[in-house]
Protein backbone atom coordinates (compact mmCIF):
# COMPACT_ATOMS: atom_id res chain seq x y z
CA UNK A 1 0.00 0.00 0.00
CA UNK A 2 1.24 3.38 -0.94
CA UNK A 3 1.46 5.77 2.27
CA UNK A 4 3.51 9.07 1.38
CA UNK A 5 3.96 9.53 -1.89
CA UNK A 6 7.58 9.59 -3.25
CA UNK A 7 9.06 10.70 -6.90
CA UNK A 8 9.97 7.70 -7.35
CA UNK A 9 6.06 6.30 -6.67
CA UNK A 10 5.65 9.11 -9.52
CA UNK A 11 8.32 7.38 -11.86
CA UNK A 12 6.77 4.09 -11.71
CA UNK A 13 2.77 5.53 -11.99
CA UNK A 14 4.28 7.53 -15.40
CA UNK A 15 5.96 3.69 -16.56
CA UNK A 16 2.64 1.93 -15.61
CA UNK A 17 0.48 4.59 -17.83
CA UNK A 18 2.91 3.98 -20.76
CA UNK A 19 2.61 0.26 -20.64
CA UNK A 20 -0.95 0.82 -21.06
CA UNK A 21 -1.26 2.94 -23.65
CA UNK A 22 1.31 1.18 -25.29
CA UNK A 23 -0.65 -2.14 -25.47
CA UNK A 24 2.11 -3.74 -23.32
CA UNK A 25 5.47 -4.25 -22.15
CA UNK A 26 7.11 -5.45 -25.47
CA UNK A 27 5.15 -2.26 -27.41
CA UNK A 28 6.49 0.19 -24.62
CA UNK A 29 10.49 -0.52 -25.23
CA UNK A 30 10.78 1.85 -27.85
CA UNK A 31 8.59 4.76 -26.22
CA UNK A 32 10.79 4.40 -22.98
CA UNK A 33 13.49 3.53 -23.81
CA UNK A 34 14.29 0.49 -21.42
CA UNK A 35 14.34 -3.07 -22.16
CA UNK A 36 11.47 -5.46 -21.83
CA UNK A 37 12.86 -6.86 -18.83
CA UNK A 38 13.70 -3.63 -16.90
CA UNK A 39 9.94 -2.48 -17.79
CA UNK A 40 8.84 -5.98 -15.84
CA UNK A 41 11.35 -5.26 -13.32
CA UNK A 42 9.62 -1.72 -12.65
CA UNK A 43 6.12 -2.91 -12.95
CA UNK A 44 6.64 -5.81 -10.40
CA UNK A 45 8.01 -2.84 -8.40
CA UNK A 46 5.12 -0.65 -8.44
CA UNK A 47 2.70 -3.53 -7.49
CA UNK A 48 4.94 -4.42 -4.61
CA UNK A 49 4.39 -0.74 -3.15
CA UNK A 50 0.55 -0.98 -3.99
CA UNK A 51 0.05 -4.70 -2.61
CA UNK A 52 -1.97 -5.96 -5.49
CA UNK A 53 -1.73 -7.02 -9.27
CA UNK A 54 -2.15 -4.17 -11.97
CA UNK A 55 -2.21 -6.43 -14.95
CA UNK A 56 -2.25 -10.40 -16.78
CA UNK A 57 0.48 -10.83 -19.86
CA UNK A 58 0.45 -14.11 -20.25
CA UNK A 59 -1.03 -16.14 -23.84
CA UNK A 60 -3.91 -13.98 -23.83
CA UNK A 61 -1.74 -11.09 -24.24
CA UNK A 62 -1.75 -8.06 -22.24
CA UNK A 63 -5.14 -7.40 -20.02
CA UNK A 64 -5.40 -4.87 -17.05
CA UNK A 65 -6.83 -6.31 -14.15
CA UNK A 66 -9.99 -4.43 -12.18
CA UNK A 67 -7.72 -2.57 -9.78
CA UNK A 68 -5.06 -1.81 -12.51
CA UNK A 69 -8.23 -0.19 -14.76
CA UNK A 70 -9.12 1.89 -11.19
CA UNK A 71 -5.51 2.69 -10.53
CA UNK A 72 -4.95 4.30 -14.59
CA UNK A 73 -7.65 6.26 -13.63
CA UNK A 74 -6.83 7.58 -10.57
CA UNK A 75 -2.78 8.05 -12.39
CA UNK A 76 -4.35 9.73 -15.26
CA UNK A 77 -6.10 12.48 -12.81
CA UNK A 78 -3.16 12.74 -10.66
CA UNK A 79 -0.72 13.64 -13.60
CA UNK A 80 -3.31 16.02 -14.97
CA UNK A 81 -3.32 17.90 -11.71
CA UNK A 82 0.09 17.92 -11.31
CA UNK A 83 0.84 18.91 -14.83
CA UNK A 84 -2.10 21.69 -14.29
CA UNK A 85 0.21 23.17 -10.66
CA UNK A 86 3.35 23.03 -13.22
CA UNK A 87 1.74 25.39 -15.44
CA UNK A 88 0.52 27.35 -12.79
CA UNK A 89 3.19 27.98 -10.83
CA UNK A 90 5.64 28.90 -13.73
CA UNK A 91 2.69 30.83 -15.50
CA UNK A 92 2.45 33.32 -12.18
CA UNK A 93 4.49 35.89 -13.10
CA UNK A 94 4.64 34.39 -17.37
CA UNK A 95 8.46 33.91 -16.69
CA UNK A 96 9.91 30.80 -18.52
CA UNK A 97 11.55 28.88 -14.46
CA UNK A 98 13.44 25.63 -14.03
CA UNK A 99 16.29 23.97 -15.85
CA UNK A 100 17.43 23.03 -19.41
CA UNK A 101 20.11 20.97 -20.20
CA UNK A 102 21.60 20.88 -23.39
CA UNK A 103 23.95 18.19 -24.93
CA UNK A 104 26.47 18.81 -28.11
CA UNK A 105 28.70 17.43 -30.37
CA UNK A 106 32.27 17.75 -30.31
CA UNK A 107 34.89 19.95 -32.17
CA UNK A 108 31.66 21.72 -33.56
CA UNK A 109 32.05 24.42 -36.49
CA UNK A 110 32.72 27.88 -35.74
CA UNK A 111 29.96 28.63 -37.78
CA UNK A 112 27.48 25.88 -36.15
CA UNK A 113 28.87 27.41 -32.74
CA UNK A 114 27.78 30.97 -33.69
CA UNK A 115 24.17 29.76 -34.33
CA UNK A 116 24.28 27.82 -31.04
CA UNK A 117 25.33 30.96 -29.49
CA UNK A 118 22.99 32.96 -31.20
CA UNK A 119 19.88 30.98 -29.95
CA UNK A 120 21.51 31.87 -26.27
CA UNK A 121 21.20 35.31 -26.94
CA UNK A 122 17.45 34.98 -28.05
CA UNK A 123 16.33 33.28 -25.33
CA UNK A 124 18.02 35.54 -22.93
CA UNK A 125 15.93 38.14 -24.34
CA UNK A 126 12.91 36.43 -22.99
CA UNK A 127 11.22 37.24 -19.71
CA UNK A 128 13.08 33.92 -18.05
CA UNK A 129 15.15 32.65 -15.20
CA UNK A 130 16.32 29.23 -16.31
CA UNK A 131 19.60 27.79 -15.50
CA UNK A 132 21.23 26.31 -19.36
CA UNK A 133 23.56 23.59 -18.67
CA UNK A 134 25.84 22.18 -21.74
CA UNK A 135 27.35 18.92 -21.78
CA UNK A 136 29.89 18.28 -24.80
CA UNK A 137 30.66 14.67 -25.33
CA UNK A 138 30.52 12.13 -28.51
CA UNK A 139 27.14 10.43 -30.17
CA UNK A 140 26.77 7.34 -27.83
CA UNK A 141 27.31 9.39 -24.76
CA UNK A 142 24.50 11.99 -25.60
CA UNK A 143 22.38 8.89 -26.81
CA UNK A 144 22.79 7.50 -23.06
CA UNK A 145 22.38 10.52 -21.28
CA UNK A 146 18.92 11.27 -23.46
CA UNK A 147 18.05 7.82 -22.92
CA UNK A 148 18.09 8.17 -18.94
CA UNK A 149 16.27 11.79 -19.57
CA UNK A 150 19.64 13.32 -18.18
CA UNK A 151 19.73 15.68 -21.01
CA UNK A 152 16.49 17.67 -22.66
CA UNK A 153 17.63 18.08 -25.93
CA UNK A 154 21.01 17.54 -27.67
CA UNK A 155 22.88 18.52 -31.20
CA UNK A 156 24.96 15.50 -32.72
CA UNK A 157 25.25 12.85 -35.37
CA UNK A 158 22.69 10.29 -34.49
CA UNK A 159 22.39 6.74 -35.45
CA UNK A 160 18.51 7.55 -36.13
CA UNK A 161 17.82 4.15 -34.60
CA UNK A 162 16.23 5.16 -31.45
CA UNK A 163 12.81 5.10 -31.41
CA UNK A 164 12.60 6.70 -27.71
CA UNK A 165 13.56 9.74 -29.75
CA UNK A 166 12.51 12.52 -31.88
CA UNK A 167 14.92 14.03 -34.33
CA UNK A 168 14.59 17.39 -36.10
CA UNK A 169 17.26 17.91 -38.70
CA UNK A 170 19.52 21.20 -38.30
CA UNK A 171 22.28 20.74 -40.86
CA UNK A 172 24.89 18.19 -42.64
CA UNK A 173 28.52 17.92 -42.08
CA UNK A 174 31.01 17.14 -44.90
CA UNK A 175 33.27 14.25 -43.99
CA UNK A 176 36.56 13.64 -46.53
CA UNK A 177 39.25 10.97 -46.16
CA UNK A 178 42.50 12.01 -44.99
CA UNK A 179 45.96 10.99 -44.45
CA UNK A 180 49.45 12.33 -42.35
CA UNK A 181 52.53 14.03 -43.38
CA UNK A 182 54.69 10.69 -43.78
CA UNK A 183 52.31 8.44 -44.78
CA UNK A 184 52.72 6.56 -47.87
CA UNK A 185 49.98 8.11 -49.86
CA UNK A 186 50.88 11.86 -48.64
CA UNK A 187 52.73 12.46 -52.04
CA UNK A 188 50.46 10.32 -54.02
CA UNK A 189 48.51 13.07 -56.67
CA UNK A 190 45.81 10.10 -57.19
CA UNK A 191 45.20 7.43 -55.42
CA UNK A 192 43.85 4.10 -56.59
CA UNK A 193 41.36 2.05 -55.41
CA UNK A 194 43.94 -0.48 -54.86
CA UNK A 195 46.17 1.66 -52.74
CA UNK A 196 43.33 3.29 -50.92
CA UNK A 197 41.92 -0.45 -50.15
CA UNK A 198 45.89 -1.42 -48.54
CA UNK A 199 45.82 1.31 -46.17
CA UNK A 200 45.17 1.25 -42.50
CA UNK A 201 42.05 2.91 -41.94
CA UNK A 202 41.04 4.53 -38.44
CA UNK A 203 37.59 2.65 -37.55
CA UNK A 204 34.48 4.89 -36.17
CA UNK A 205 32.69 2.53 -34.18
CA UNK A 206 29.52 4.79 -34.05
CA UNK A 207 29.57 6.63 -37.38
CA UNK A 208 26.07 7.29 -38.91
CA UNK A 209 25.00 3.45 -38.63
CA UNK A 210 22.15 3.66 -41.56
CA UNK A 211 24.36 5.35 -44.06
CA UNK A 212 28.06 4.38 -43.26
CA UNK A 213 31.06 5.49 -44.79
CA UNK A 214 31.46 5.61 -48.50
CA UNK A 215 34.51 3.82 -48.43
CA UNK A 216 36.69 1.26 -45.95
CA UNK A 217 40.01 0.20 -46.44
CA UNK A 218 40.74 -3.89 -45.87
CA UNK A 219 42.89 -2.59 -42.61
CA UNK A 220 42.45 -1.23 -39.59
CA UNK A 221 44.19 -0.98 -36.26
CA UNK A 222 42.83 2.08 -34.95
CA UNK A 223 39.41 2.79 -33.67
CA UNK A 224 38.42 6.38 -32.47
CA UNK A 225 35.26 7.62 -31.37
CA UNK A 226 36.48 11.01 -30.84
CA UNK A 227 37.15 13.50 -33.73
CA UNK A 228 40.72 14.59 -31.73
CA UNK A 229 41.54 10.93 -31.48
CA UNK A 230 40.44 9.87 -35.43
CA UNK A 231 42.50 13.43 -36.27
CA UNK A 232 45.80 12.47 -33.68
CA UNK A 233 45.71 8.45 -35.33
CA UNK A 234 45.81 10.41 -39.08
CA UNK A 235 48.37 13.67 -38.08
CA UNK A 236 50.77 10.29 -37.23
CA UNK A 237 51.64 9.40 -40.68
CA UNK A 238 50.19 5.81 -40.57
CA UNK A 239 46.45 5.55 -41.19
CA UNK A 240 44.17 7.35 -42.90
CA UNK A 241 40.54 8.79 -41.35
CA UNK A 242 37.50 10.02 -42.74
CA UNK A 243 37.27 13.88 -40.55
CA UNK A 244 35.08 16.73 -40.88
CA UNK A 245 36.16 18.91 -43.31
CA UNK A 246 36.48 21.57 -40.80
CA UNK A 247 38.70 19.96 -38.39
CA UNK A 248 41.09 18.96 -41.05
CA UNK A 249 41.35 22.47 -43.02
CA UNK A 250 44.31 24.14 -40.43
CA UNK A 251 46.46 20.84 -40.66
CA UNK A 252 45.99 20.91 -43.92
CA UNK A 253 46.76 24.62 -44.81
CA UNK A 254 50.25 23.90 -42.31
CA UNK A 255 50.83 20.84 -44.93
CA UNK A 256 50.34 18.09 -42.46
CA UNK A 257 47.28 16.44 -43.63
CA UNK A 258 46.40 16.15 -47.13
CA UNK A 259 43.01 15.02 -48.83
CA UNK A 260 43.09 11.81 -50.67
CA UNK A 261 40.05 11.13 -52.51
CA UNK A 262 37.29 13.69 -52.49
CA UNK A 263 35.43 11.81 -54.70
CA UNK A 264 34.46 9.32 -51.62
CA UNK A 265 33.34 12.51 -49.42
CA UNK A 266 29.76 12.73 -47.11
CA UNK A 267 27.80 13.80 -45.31
CA UNK A 268 26.85 13.31 -41.92
CA UNK A 269 23.56 15.07 -41.22
CA UNK A 270 23.32 16.69 -37.10
CA UNK A 271 19.79 17.05 -35.72
CA UNK A 272 18.44 18.02 -32.61
CA UNK A 273 17.26 15.07 -30.31
CA UNK A 274 15.01 14.96 -28.03
CA UNK A 275 13.09 12.27 -25.62
CA UNK A 276 9.39 11.38 -27.04
CA UNK A 277 8.47 10.18 -23.08
CA UNK A 278 10.16 13.29 -21.66
CA UNK A 279 6.96 15.78 -21.92
CA UNK A 280 8.88 18.98 -22.61
CA UNK A 281 8.89 22.01 -20.67
CA UNK A 282 7.89 25.61 -21.67
CA UNK A 283 11.77 26.47 -21.61
CA UNK A 284 12.62 23.67 -23.86
CA UNK A 285 10.17 24.69 -26.24
CA UNK A 286 11.09 28.38 -26.53
CA UNK A 287 14.48 27.22 -26.81
CA UNK A 288 13.95 24.81 -29.53
CA UNK A 289 12.52 28.07 -31.22
CA UNK A 290 14.96 30.28 -30.98
CA UNK A 291 17.23 27.08 -31.97
CA UNK A 292 15.21 26.81 -34.99
CA UNK A 293 15.21 29.95 -35.84
CA UNK A 294 18.88 30.95 -35.67
CA UNK A 295 19.74 28.10 -37.42
CA UNK A 296 16.87 29.27 -40.67
CA UNK A 297 17.69 32.34 -40.48
CA UNK A 298 20.93 32.65 -42.07
CA UNK A 299 20.05 29.86 -44.22
CA UNK A 300 22.66 26.96 -44.91
CA UNK A 301 25.78 26.19 -43.03
CA UNK A 302 28.89 27.46 -45.41
CA UNK A 303 31.88 26.65 -43.36
CA UNK A 304 30.57 23.57 -43.50
CA UNK A 305 31.00 22.71 -47.23
CA UNK A 306 34.84 21.84 -47.50
CA UNK A 307 36.26 22.76 -50.49
CA UNK A 308 36.82 20.34 -53.33
Excluded at 126 to 141: H, K, N
Excluded at 173 to 186: D, I, K
Excluded at 237 to 252: N, Q, T
Aim: hydrophobic share 40%; net charge neutral.
Amino acid sequence: MLGQLHDLDLHLLRLFVTVVEAGGFSAAQGVLGLSQPSISQQMAKLETRLGYRLCSRGKGGFRLTDKGELLLQATRSLLLQIEQFRQQANGVTGRLLGRLRLGLAENQDRAVTLRIAQAITRFRQRDESVQLEMTCAPPAELERLLLEQRLDCAISYFSGNQAAFDYQPLFVEQQRLYCGQGHPLFSVAQPTQEQLLEADQVRHPYRVFKQGEPFQSLHSSAVAEQIDSALTFTLSGRHISYLPCHCAAPWEAQGLLRALAPALDFVVPFTLARHRGQAPGEALVAFVQDLSSSFADAGPVPALRGTQ
